[in-house]
C-alpha cells in the first residue's frame, strides 16, 4: 500500500508514516497522535480486541516514528480534523530516546539540537514560506527571461566589499571565500546573458553578533543589462517582491498570522522612495533624532530602524527605498553621476535588505574609481571583464534569511535551516 499524507486522508483504508507526537496508553485504549510535515491524525487502539497492536504501543515513546496502516473513519468524537484511524498494524521504524530539549527552550539549546527543533509545527512552516518564497522569485525571473547561474565559491580575490573574508589554503597559494557573487554576475553581462540570477551561499567573515548577522547566508541575486539607470533595477524589484508577498500571502498568510501571530502585507507600488537627506530631516522634525554630521553619508542602525515607523507614519507603507549615499559609503564598481552613487538600500519593517545599483560598465571610468579606492592588481581579473565591452547594467542582492526573519518576525538564529556564527560551527 502506497504511503497517504495525513492532510489527504479520507475514509478508507490508508497507510500512514510520521511522528508520534502525541500518546496517551491507558489500561484498555490507547490514543496516538501521528504527525508528519503535513498534518496530525489520531489512532485509536482498543487494546483487548488488538492484543498484538498492544503490545507494541507499550514499546512506544514521544517522537518515535511508526508505520500504521488501518481504516480511516469518520467520527464526531475526535476533536483533530474529525477522523480516526483504526489500525491493523503498527510498526516501529525507530524508536526515540527521551528528547533533550522541549518546546520553549533558549535558542542556543535548541540550535545544539536544531534537527529536534524543526520538527514544531512553527518550524516547519518557516521552511514552507521560506521555500514558498524562493520559488516565487525565480518563477518570477524565469517568467521575465533570466537565466540562473552557479558562480564559484572559492575566489582568488578579498577585495569585493569593505567585509572580512574567510581565507583558505587553496593547494599552494591563498584563496577565499565568495561574499558574495557580484563579480561573476558582471562578468555574465560582459558575456552578453543580459539577465541573469543566482541562488547560493555567501560568506561573511564578521564577528558580528546580532539578530540580523550570520557568517554564512543564502543569497539571491540577480543582475540585467540595457537598463537606463537605477530606476529601472528598483521597479524591477519592487515587482518582484509584491509578486512574492502576493504568493506567500495566498498559500501560507493565514498559518502564518495562526502561529506567528503577523500579517503578511502585499505592498502597494510603487514603493516610496526618499534620499538619506531627506530621511535625516524627517527624522529630526518628527522624533528629534539627529545624526552626527560625520556620519551622514551612510545610513545609521538606529536611523534604519526608524524608517520602519518614519515609512508607515509618511507613506502607510511597510517598505522604503533609500538613495542619495557618498560615494566613500559605497563600493567602487557603482556608477556615479555629477558625484551620486547611482544606487540604492531597500529597507523593510527597519531593516535593509537590499543594496542596488547601476553598475559602472565604462573600463576607463571603472579603473578610476577603484584606485581612488585603494585597489589596483587584486581585482585586475575583475576590470579585465570591461575591456572588450559591456553593456550598460544594474543589479541587487537579497538575504533569503533576513527576508525569513522579517516575514515571520523571528531573529535569524531561527529564520535559517542551520545558523552559523562567530561562536557556532555546529551541527
Not at 522569485?137 to 547561474?149: A, G, S, T, V, Y
Not at 498568510?253 to 502597494?268: C, R, S, T, Y
Amino acid at each position: 500500500m502506497n504511503r497517504t499524507y495525513i492532510q489527504n486522508v479520507k475514509p478508507g483504508k490508508v497507510k500512514i508514516q510520521g511522528f508520534i507526537e502525541n500518546l496517551r496508553n491507558k489500561k484498555s485504549m490507547a490514543f496516538l497522535v501521528v504527525r508528519d510535515l503535513t498534518g496530525k491524525i489520531q489512532v485509536t487502539v482498543e487494546k483487548a480486541a488488538l492484543p498484538h497492536i498492544a503490545e507494541v504501543v507499550d514499546e512506544l515513546s514521544l517522537d518515535s516514528v511508526v508505520t500504521v496502516e488501518g481504516e480511516a473513519v469518520a467520527s464526531e468524537y475526535v476533536k483533530l480534523g474529525g477522523i480516526e484511524i483504526l489500525p491493523t498494524s503498527i510498526q516501529i521504524e525507530s524508536k526515540a530516546a527521551a528528547l533533550p530539549i522541549q518546546e520553549g527552550a533558549a535558542i542556543d539549546s535548541r540550535l545544539d539540537f536544531r534537527w529536534i527543533d524543526l520538527r514544531s509545527e512553527k518550524n516547519a512552516l518557516m521552511i514552507k514560506a521560506q521555500t514558498c518564497m524562493v520559488a516565487r522569485m525565480r518563477q518570477f525571473l524565469l517568467e521575465h527571461d533570466f537565466l540562473e547561474i552557479h558562480t564559484p565559491k572559492i575566489i582568488g580575490a578579498a577585495s569585493e566589499s569593505g567585509s572580512d573574508v574567510f581565507k583558505l589554503n587553496y593547494f599552494d597559494r591563498d584563496a577565499y571565500l565568495a561574499q558574495s557573487p557580484q563579480f561573476y554576475k558582471q562578468m555574465a553581462m560582459a558575456s552578453g546573458l543580459e539577465r541573469i540570477f543566482e541562488v547560493g551561499p555567501v560568506f561573511r567573515a564578521e564577528k558580528s553578533y546580532t539578530s540580523k548577522h550570520t557568517t554564512e547566508f543564502t543569497g539571491f541575486d540577480l543582475e540585467m543589462s540595457y537598463i537606463d539607470s537605477f530606476e529601472d533595477v528598483m521597479a524591477f524589484e519592487e515587482d518582484m517582491l509584491t509578486d512574492m508577498l502576493a504568493g506567500v500571502k495566498e498559500k501560507y498568510g493565514e498559518k502564518i498570522k495562526a502561529l506567528f501571530g503577523i500579517e503578511v502585507i502585499v505592498p502597494k507600488k510603487p514603493f516610496p522612495r526618499m534620499s538619506l537627506a531627506e530621511i535625516y530631516r524627517e527624522l529630526e522634525a518628527r522624533y528629534g533624532y539627529t545624526c552626527p554630521l560625520s556620519e551622514q553619508g551612510d545610513l545609521t542602525t538606529e536611523a534604519e530602524k526608524l524608517t520602519y515607523k518614519l515609512s508607515k507614519d509618511m507613506f502607510d507603507h511597510e517598505f522604503l527605498f533609500v538613495t542619495d549615499f557618498a560615494a566613500e559609503k559605497r563600493a567602487f564598481y557603482h556608477m556615479r553621476k555629477d558625484g551620486k552613487p547611482q544606487g540604492y538600500d531597500l529597507i523593510w519593517r527597519g531593516v535593509e535588505i537590499t543594496t542596488g545599483a547601476q553598475r559602472e560598465h565604462r573600463y576607463d571610468v571603472l579603473l578610476a574609481q577603484a584606485a581612488e579606492k585603494g585597489l589596483g592588481k587584486d581585482i585586475e581579473f575583475y576590470t579585465e571583464f570591461f575591456r572588450y565591452g559591456c553593456p550598460p547594467h544594474g543589479g541587487f542582492g537579497l538575504g533569503v534569511d533576513r527576508m525569513t526573519m522579517l516575514l515571520l518576525g523571528l531573529s535569524i538564529k531561527e529564520s535559517m535551516f542551520i545558523f552559523r556564527g562567530p561562536d557556532r560551527l555546529n551541527p
